[in-house]
């Protein structure tokens, strides 16, 4: 079974092709089309390596590792709480308080940093929850098929179809306000459009050679889906589970922002719900709100590098394009000039 997994595996996306690397690209620089002495990139023998040597992912990492050390050392950085009144009502940006104050007097800076720390906790347990589900309804719906393959796509789809934003603000204002409420509302909502990505991945390599070996072999189902499907679906999972840490972020600030959140957390999304309701947009007091929104944006543009990186990574067709971009930025090479025999 080991030959016949080597052999269908490498046809698949983000897999290293049989005999080499770079052994079926062997013909995208056009037998040699770039100048004497340019170097290819070649596709990387796995999706860590070539994320670890990817300047996107790179980039993207730095600043999600930044807002995690922030949130972190928020409780050392500013042991008080950060709720409380320390200055002047709407005092702009100054040496004492880097971020200005609130129309309250609570400083900006301390319940940005604080706020990281819900924030990222909502993001990444939604996300991590979320992927979770979808890869268990994905892979059973595709391994098992009939009749569970029906069930779980009509379930799957009846979730799809149900609107996100009513569905979140009804559930959110009927349910006991809380982090624990906010996670599974967004658990809730978040699960299905991942669990059909995954599904359709699975339903592709269950139909290979060698998953049918290992039915022939007698393997549990559980052990084929996990070690036999789901090792080759790495790309795939990560780029779901990156978007949903995205949804989670986004829709726990646009919850609270409504002020269907427990506004007695600090968080991003309560920060800029505080910020409108104490009127900072009209007051002009622009430090009170940039600060959490620019915090949200950065978070979801590092994730979307991150994201971007696999696709270059995995993706055959973007490492073509990469490949063509070398060839047009690599200069010319002069020919070596033929040397001069010596004389008798």
């Known amino acids: 079974m080991t030959t016949s997994i080597a052999t269908t595996a490498s046809t698949l996306p983000g897999e290293t092709p049989a005999g080499g690397p770079g052994a079926s690209f062997g013909t995208l620089d056009g037998g040699t089309g770039l100048p004497p002495g340019a170097s290819v990139r070649r596709p990387n023998r796995s999706l860590l390596h070539g994320l670890l040597t990817n300047k996107k992912a790179m980039t993207g990492a730095a600043i999600l590792f930044i807002f995690i050390a922030l949130a972190l050392l928020a409780p050392v950085l500013y042991p008080d709480n950060p709720s409380k009144i320390t200055g002047m009502a709407s005092q702009?940006?100054?040496?004492?308080?880097?971020?200005?104050?609130?129309?309250?007097g609570q400083d900006v800076l301390a319940l940005t940093i604080h706020?990281?720390?819900?924030?990222?906790?909502?993001?990444?347990?939604?996300?991590?929850?979320?992927?979770?589900?979808?890869?268990?309804?994905?892979?059973?719906?595709?391994?098992?098929?009939?009749?569970?393959?029906?069930?779980?796509?009509?379930?799957?789809?009846?979730?799809l179809?149900?609107?996100?934003?009513?569905?979140?603000?009804?559930?959110?204002?009927?349910?006991?306000?809380?982090?624990?409420?906010?996670?599974?509302?967004?658990?809730?909502?978040?699960?299905?459009?991942?669990?059909?990505?995954?599904?359709?991945q699975a339903l592709s390599i269950r139909s290979k050679d060698f998953v049918a070996a290992a039915v022939v072999t007698g393997e549990r189902p559980l052990r084929i889906m996990f070690r036999e499907i789901l090792p080759n679906m790495a790309s795939i999972v990560m780029g779901t589970l990156l978007a949903c840490i995205i949804y989670g972020i986004g829709a726990q600030a646009g919850l609270e922002f409504l002020g269907?959140?427990?506004?007695?957390?600090?968080?991003?999304?309560?920060?800029l719900y505080w910020a409108g309701n104490e009127g900072a947009l009209l007051t002009g007091s622009w430090w009170v709100f940039v600060p959490s929104g620019l915090c949200i944006a950065l978070v979801a543009f590092s994730l979307s590098l991150i994201n971007y990186a696999v696709d270059e990574v995995t993706n055959p067709r973007l490492r073509k394009i990469q490949l063509r971009k070398i060839r047009k930025t690599k200069p010319a090479s002069k020919p070596a000039k033929p040397r001069k025999r010596a004389s008798a």
Do not use: C, H, Q
């Not at 702009?92 to 309250?104: Q, V």
């Not at 991942?194 to 359709?200: C, N």
């Not at 269907?260 to 920060?271: F, M, P, R």
């Open 92 to 104: 702009e940006p100054d040496a004492e308080f880097w971020l200005g104050t609130t129309a309250k």
């Open 115 to 159: 706020g990281a720390r819900s924030s990222l906790f909502v993001g990444l347990t939604v996300g991590f929850a979320s992927t979770f589900i979808g890869i268990l309804v994905g892979l059973a719906s595709a391994y098992f098929g009939r009749f569970i393959d029906e069930a779980l796509s009509l379930t799957t789809n009846v979730f």
């Open 161 to 200: 179809l149900l609107p996100g934003l009513p569905l979140l603000v009804i559930l959110a204002a009927f349910l006991p306000p809380g982090l624990g409420t906010v996670i599974l509302v967004l658990v809730v909502t978040g699960w299905a459009g991942s669990a059909r990505v995954l599904r359709s």
């Open 260 to 271: 269907l959140g427990d506004v007695s957390t600090v968080s991003w999304g309560n920060n």
